[in-house]
């Protein structure tokens, strides 16, 4: 919340100047503001009803999860997949990912692609919107590349854990 | 002039109007092919575990109530950058450096830009008309869904402070990366980007 009223007074401080400078601009500017979001709220307003509903029926126990993630050579592919279909809000993640590393052999690679892969492609909410602002190709393009980066961050989670531990339990009571 | 020249031959009417028609279906695709998916889903839900529609509905609710603000912020702010920022600058910002320094600038610009992702699709969207190539974009995309300043006191609570500083550090990594897997592409990606937005303005 606090980040949004920094953005939004930054935002009105770049009007407040706009308008001191060139009214018409402004106008302009209200505009186009205006278009885009009359052109997306419905579509926006769709997309976060469907998540709720994909949020029922996609989100399995946390045994069925850690069963995925406990594998060391299949746990990055995984987690890349099922980040991709894990929906809610991007910081919705971590307390699940906290779970896998807490968890004794669940890879640092999965809990690392599984974050990864969740946050870069929103797939029930965002691509709808995506779609209709950059199209199918365009948004294709990043799922393909989404995918091979979030294997990378696997590995490089991998690399890096064996050398400094990247996850160190808090074991005070 | 003659008669002929004043009005349009029936062949230029036909496909005018096949224009409009096509407009309007291409309008009312994406929402009627997300309302179907609504409606499918609602069933499902309902004929499965009856008693988690009110929670799915709570949800849905609490999430729309956190997020549109959020996505109108950042529409008044692509329509600002859409009246001010001049094309060229931005243009030679980008282009005229280092494919490398442009990729780390553009990822760092993400990470620091806050909101959901699809509350910067207007930004993206605004950036492209601005001339800003393909693979910026993507990195942009990468870096700003992979970090977040809202993130950050989340991210050290539940992961720590060694797996944080790892995920910055390859949070701008990450999204060079990507950035370079799009460059091969990059003039394919923006000939069919072009051919949306044509469409978008229409």
């Known amino acids: 919340m606090e980040s949004l009223l920094i953005v939004g007074l930054v935002v009105l401080a770049f009007y407040a100047w706009s308008a001191r400078k060139d009214w018409e601009r402004t106008v302009q500017a209200f505009k186009k503001s205006g278009r885009f979001i009359v052109k997306s ?119 890096v854990n064996s050398f400094i531990p990247l996850y160190i339990p808090d074991v005070t009571p | 002039m003659s008669e002929e020249s004043e009005s349009p031959s029936p062949a230029l009417e036909d496909a005018k109007e096949r224009s409009v028609l096509k407009r309007y279906l291409d309008a009312i695709l994406l929402e009627g092919f997300l309302l179907v998916l609504l409606a499918f889903f609602f069933i499902v839900v309902f004929l499965t575990q009856p008693s988690q529609v009110q929670y799915a509905l709570d949800f849905s609710a609490i999430n729309l109530i956190e997020t549109i603000p959020i996505f109108i912020v950042a529409s008044f702010l692509a329509g600002w950058v859409d009246a001010w920022v001049d094309r060229d600058l931005v243009t030679r910002f980008l282009t005229g450096r280092n494919l490398l320094v442009g990729l780390t600038i553009v990822t760092c610009v993400g990470i620091i830009t806050p909101g959901p992702i699809y509350s910067i699709f207007p930004l993206v969207y605004v950036l492209k008309r601005k001339g800003v190539s393909s693979h910026h974009l993507i990195a942009f995309m990468t870096g700003q869904t992979l970090m977040g300043p809202l993130r950050i006191p989340l991210e050290l609570y539940y992961l720590g402070l060694n797996f944080f500083i790892f995920r910055l550090i390859s949070s701008v990594i990450l999204g060079i990366f990507a950035g370079l897997c799009a460059y091969p592409f990059s003039a394919r990606l923006d000939k069919a980007l072009d051919e949306v937005q044509h469409k978008f303005v229409r």
């Not at chain 1, 069963?67 to 991007?90: C, D, K, S, V, Y």
């Open chain 1, 41 to 159: 709220l419905p579509l926006f307003f769709l997309a976060v009803l469907l998540i709720g509903f994909i949020q029922v029926l996609l989100l399995p126990d946390d045994e069925a999860v850690l069963m995925f993630f406990g594998q060391a050579e299949t746990g990055i592919l995984w987690a890349t997949l099922f980040g991709f279909l894990l929906p809610g809000p991007r910081y919705a993640i971590y307390p699940l990912v906290e779970i896998i590393l807490m968890t004794e052999g669940a890879t640092v690679g999965a809990a690392m692609a599984l974050i990864v892969s969740q946050q870069l492609i929103d797939v029930p909410e965002g691509c709808f919107i995506e779609i209709k602002y950059l199209g199918t190709k365009f948004f294709l393009a990043r799922l393909a590349i989404a995918v091979v980066t979030a294997i990378v961050a696997g590995y490089m989670a991998v690399f």
